[in-house]
């Protein structure tokens, strides 16, 4: 899958599954963006998904709008820089908190 497919695959409600210790974890999320050339969403630092991504980067994805069911495995990471992440949610018109937000980039996806 190129970006472009997984950015217009994940324009509406999509879901993201985590797994930690054997747990699995799914929830609802809605947006992504790409910026120089990498796919991200957006996420808080509060939240239960960040810390389960740091713990275990590798996520599942489904995804089903007017283009269809879509379904991928990545390797999730923070993104560090924050000019990229503010870009990313501004992308993806959301509010961006310098010191709760944080865009999460999206690697090695693979269609499943």
Known sequence: MDNEEVVDAL???WYLATSVEDQPHVRPL????EVDGNVYF???KTKKMYEQILMNPRVEVFAMNEFG????????YEEEDVT???EAFEKMEKPFDEDTSVA?????IEKV
């Open 11 to 13: 324009s509406g409600v």
């Open 30 to 33: 809605d947006k992504a963006a």
């Open 42 to 44: 957006g996420t808080a």
């Open 69 to 76: 069911a879509c379904r991928f495995s990545a390797d999730a």
């Open 84 to 86: 990229v992440s503010k």
């Open 104 to 108: 999460i980039r999206l690697e090695n």
